[in-house]
């Protein structure tokens, strides 16, 4: 695995990329996710606010859940370094 770079340099422009994340029990998680501007959420319709823009990530097949990835892994990153 690639090491993770810190989550604050990750693209927000809306593309996926792998996020590394610790669920409530303490697991570490790696993740496909999409930051979500709140501009970005009003656009898909439905009521939002400043709470819900973040990083949104499925945490299985029919469930997106806003996650506080602390790394991110950029696609397509050599597996040696």
Excluded: F
Excluded at 44 to 69: H, L, N
């Amino acid at each position: 695995m690639a090491k993770p770079q810190p989550i604050n340099s990750a693209p927000l422009d809306g593309r996926k990329v792998m996020v590394v994340w610790t669920d409530r029990d303490g697991q570490e998680n790696e993740s496909l996710a999409q930051y979500r501007s709140l501009d970005r959420l009003k656009r898909a319709g439905g009521d939002w606010d400043e709470s819900d823009a973040g990083w949104w990530a499925y945490v299985d097949s029919d469930t997106q859940k806003r996650i506080q990835p602390h790394g991110w892994i950029p696609v397509g990153a050599d597996e040696d370094e």
